[in-house]
Each structure stands twice: as C-alpha cells, then as structure tokens.
C-alpha cells in the first residue's frame, strides 16, 4: 500500500525567508506525485505534478519540487515566501497499481509573517 | 482549469435524517469521482471512489450503507450521509479525474467542499 509523510506541521518563517517542505512515500512502484495548496476557505488547489521526465519540476507561484527517487522524496520548496503563503500544503501519491486511489500526506500548516 | 462544484458548501441537520451533497465537474467529464473526508487538523481520508455507472467502491471501514454514493452521469456524482449522527459532522471533498487523460492523467481537480454538522 502506498503511503505519504509530510516531516513538519506546522512551519512559521517571515517573509522572504526560504521555505522547504518535506514529504517521502512509501510505495515501490511507478508513483506520480502532486503538491497541492490548501488556502484559508479555499479548496484544494494544485501546485504542481511529477509523473516522469525532469526530476526538478516548477509550479505555479514560484514553488518547486524535486524527485529523488533513491530518497522515495518530493520535497517542496520556494526561495522566497510572501505572506500570501500562509496556507496548508499537502503532498501526495498516486499510481496506476493502486488505481489511480491518491493518498495525501498529513499537511503542513505554513504561516508567513508579514 | 477544470472546474469541481459541490452543494451545498455547508448544511447543518437534525441527528437522525440524511444529507445528500452533489458533486458536479462543470467543464470537462469525469466517469471518476472521490469522496474524501477531512477531520479538523488533519490530511483528507479517502471514502469511496465513484464510478459512472456502476457500484462505488468503498475504502476499508467505510460503511457503505452510511455512505450512500450515485455517479448516475459523466459531471454528477452524489454523496448520501444516512441518519446522520453528531459523529458524521465533517468536511466533505470531492475530487474528479477527467476522462480524456492526456497530460492531465492521475490529475484531480478538488471541490470546495461541504460541511456538515449534525445537531
């Protein structure tokens, strides 16, 4: 069974410091892997997605992800945040041995100080 | 982006009578849908998976009978609560998967969510 961890919950930096999220899952297989955001009121939001190529893949909003296979890890990162990072993020995993079925992580509540 | 509905995005009922949320992928079809739980502070739990068509299947300790779930069409899919408890009050997602695929294979586009509580 596939399984997501996200190490932090909660994570409180100021504005312009850099941000890194980590996340590793369990599952052997071919995986495609997602960070999604989670706005205060908002519903989930996509940041960005791997499923093959490029192990440093960018998203929206100045984040990045990279895949380390021999690390089962997908950690999240942005060089500089804004408060307007203030939200929960969540990693997650799918694959086509488990249906396609996507499992989260735990989340991280990221607070940015103005 | 593709666009996930769900109504109502919030309802409170009486312990015992039952709740139907609908989930609605606006601009693209879907022949699946998720229903995903999300308890105060903590990640979204999956509960079924919805499929145009057919049965739902339900995750492990997911009670079927309880959580009643219809993909009667490619954009609509339902979530039943029956005689709901103060226990069932809860954040409700859904999230759908077009049918094409493509690049947007393994990708799923979340509603808004519906919260029930249940007096």
């Known amino acids: 069974a596939q399984s997501v961890s996200q190490h932090n919950h909660h994570v409180i930096l100021s504005e312009a410091a850099s941000l890194e999220l980590g996340c590793n899952y369990s599952?052997?297989?071919?995986?495609?892997l997602f960070w999604y955001v989670q706005y205060p009121g908002q519903h989930l939001q996509l940041l960005l997605k791997?499923?093959?190529?490029?192990?440093l893949v960018k998203g929206i909003k100045g984040f990045e992800a990279e895949f380390i296979k021999s690390k089962f890890s997908f950690n999240l990162r942005k060089p500089s945040v804004q408060w307007s990072d203030t939200a929960e993020y969540f990693c997650?995993?799918?694959?086509?041995?488990?249906?396609?079925?996507?499992?989260f992580g735990g989340g991280t509540r990221v607070l940015v100080k103005p | 982006g593709a666009v996930v509905s769900q109504h109502p995005s919030r309802v409170i009922c009486k312990s015992g009578t039952s709740v139907k949320i609908e989930c609605r992928s606006l601009?693209?079809?879907?022949?699946?849908m998720f229903w995903y739980r999300q308890f105060p502070k903590q990640s979204l739990m999956l509960m079924a998976t919805?499929?145009?068509?057919?049965?739902?299947?339900?995750e492990q300790g997911v009670e079927k009978d309880k959580f009643l779930i219809n993909h009667a069409s490619l954009t609509l899919s339902t979530l039943t609560v029956t005689s709901a408890h103060p226990e069932d009050s809860s954040f409700y997602i859904c999230?759908?998967?077009?049918?094409?695929?493509?690049?947007?294979?393994?990708?799923?586009?979340f509603g808004e969510g519906s919260r029930l509580t249940v007096l």
């Open positions: 999230s759908a998967r077009p049918s094409g695929g493509g690049d947007r294979t393994g990708e799923l586009f």
């Open positions: 919805s499929n145009e068509g057919s049965k739902a299947t339900y």
């Open positions: 601009d693209f079809q879907a022949t699946t």
């Open positions: 791997y499923f093959s190529g490029d192990p």
């Open positions: 997650a995993v799918n694959s086509k041995a488990a249906g396609n079925k996507l499992t």
């Open positions: 599952y052997g297989g071919t995986v495609n």
